[in-house]
């Protein structure tokens, strides 16, 4: 959808409102008054059309990510299950959306440098920041505990066997590899060539260095297991 038209949606719906603009209304990070009402109907347009990223229709370069818009209460509980539920059924929604531990909510991710990410709601209510692992979906404690072998996705890539196909151009390769994209957990069929592409956020990738595949033969040397939790994951 072009920009133009998502922010005629914006408009339909009165998305943007005056300062205290009836029940439900608020403030959101960039400074625009927000109608609740307004923006339910919005949501679900857009979702209706496969968009699950959302920014301000004023100022269209800052992004309303998804835990503020329901730390800010513009959702009931019923509103934000259903339109969770609609986020995930989009393809590829789940590179940029996971699920909170504690609260198993969504929480749209930040920075897809870092592992860590800040569930807004719950350090709303635990009075400090509350974040979790990207990755393996545990509380954040701090980098190390998520850098070696106590963290299960790093655990999961460290054990995992390597290939043992000798006419593949996969063969010694690692089992498992980590999307470069979105970190998800995937493996190679083992036949074919090695360009594989993440079922969650649709990243393609060499699965023997993962850089861009760039032919049918690869000559590529073997990545190592990748540590995810200290950013190496390979290309993005």
């Known amino acids: 959808m072009a920009s133009g038209q998502w922010r005629a949606l914006a408009e339909q719906f009165q998305v943007i409102c005056p300062p205290g603009g009836g029940p439900g209304a608020g403030q959101v990070s960039c400074g625009h008054w927000v109608s609740a009402a307004g923006l339910r109907g919005w949501v679900r347009a857009l979702l209706d ?50 699920q909170c531990p504690r609260c198993q909510h969504l929480a749209q991710r930040l920075d897809p440098g870092t592992l860590r990410t800040p569930c807004l709601p719950c350090s709303q209510r635990a009075g400090g920041l509350y974040s979790f692992c990207w990755g393996c979906r545990t509380d954040w404690r701090d980098p ?58 649709r990243f393609s990738f060499c699965y023997r260095c993962l850089g861009l595949c760039r032919g049918r033969r690869p000559t590529c040397a073997i990545a190592d297991p990748q540590l995810v ?8």
């Open 49 to 98: 059309q496969g968009i699950t990223s959302f920014r301000c229709p004023r100022c269209p370069d800052t992004p309303w990510l998804w835990q503020e818009l329901c730390r800010r209460g513009f959702f009931s509980d019923e509103d934000r299950a259903t339109l969770e539920a609609q986020i995930l059924a989009q393809e590829g929604a789940r590179g940029s959306y996971r």
């Open 144 to 201: 190390s505990s998520h850098a070696d072998l106590r963290c299960p996705l790093q655990a999961a890539l460290h054990d995992a066997p390597k290939i043992q196909a000798p006419r593949a151009a996969i063969h010694g390769c690692p089992s498992l590899r980590a999307c470069p994209g979105c970190h998800a957990l995937l493996s190679h069929t083992g036949q074919g060539f090695p360009l594989v592409v993440c079922p969650e956020c």
């Open 229 to 236: 939790c200290r950013g190496d994951v390979g290309m993005r």
